[in-house]
T-cell receptor, first 114, second 114 residues
């Protein structure tokens, strides 16, 4: 019940295209859903996050869509650029509990071709 | 401002030796987390410190792993009698506090156990 399932494992997109990465969770107590971007040799960097009281959040070219009833959320990268090539992780956590530990998905390796 | 810093960036050790990994969180952040990133297991939670509360050690994989946080700031993760399966990148993250889930990660320490 603590798992977060992420797909696809890898993704190739042409420059200017839309990249879509999906995640699903089981634990309905999760109330914070961040996405992290990680470049080789670097730590994960917080990209964008959403809470379940909204269905969509947009920051620049990055959008999270959240479907509470389906227990799914996704990251959309519009106008994808070669510099977006990285590994993306979704995560989930429960606020205000004994711990705010993040439960991570398994990651998606995105390659944006020029 | 300065982000989360970790040292060393790389550590190579022999099986059976003890290692210490250090994390300096963002100034003012009261919550500190350790995670481990390995090829087979993805990103997994190890331990969480929040202020003066007892740490959440639920993610530590064995009693060879321990961590402490002195003065509410710097943290040290210690692995005793290292094994080859301990080889991974150890990541530290910090956040403002218990009610704030935005976790910012350091660059990690890559541990290789020969």
């Amino acid at each position: 019940q603590q798992q977060v399932k992420q797909s696809p494992q890898s993704l190739i997109v042409q420059k200017g295209g839309i990249s879509i990465i999906n995640c699903a969770y089981e634990n309905t107590a999760f109330d914070y859903f961040p996405w992290y971007q990680q470049f080789p040799g670097k730590g994960p960097a917080l990209l964008i996050a959403i809470r379940p009281d909204v269905s969509e959040k947009k920051e620049g070219r990055f959008t999270i869509s959240f479907n509470k009833s389906a227990k799914q959320f996704s990251l959309h990268i519009m106008d994808s650029q070669p510099g977006d090539s990285a590994t993306y992780f979704c995560a989930a956590s429960i606020s205000g509990g004994a711990t705010n530990k993040l439960i991570f998905g398994t990651g998606t390796l995105l390659a944006v071709q020029p | 401002g300065a982000g989360v810093s970790q040292s060393p960036s790389n550590k190579v050790t022999e099986k059976g030796k003890d290692v210490e990994l250090r994390c300096d969180p963002i100034s003012g952040h009261t919550a500190l987390y350790w995670y481990r990133q390995s090829l087979g297991q993805g990103l997994e939670f190890l331990i969480y410190f929040q202020g003066n509360s007892a740490p959440d050690k639920s993610g530590l994989p064995s009693d060879r792993f321990s961590a402490e946080r002195t003065g509410g700031s710097v943290s040290t993760l210690t692995i005793q009698r290292t094994q080859q399966e301990d080889s991974a990148v150890y990541l530290c993250a910090s956040s403002l506090g218990h009610s704030n889930n935005e976790q910012f990660f350091g660059p990690g320490t890559r541990l290789t156990v020969l």
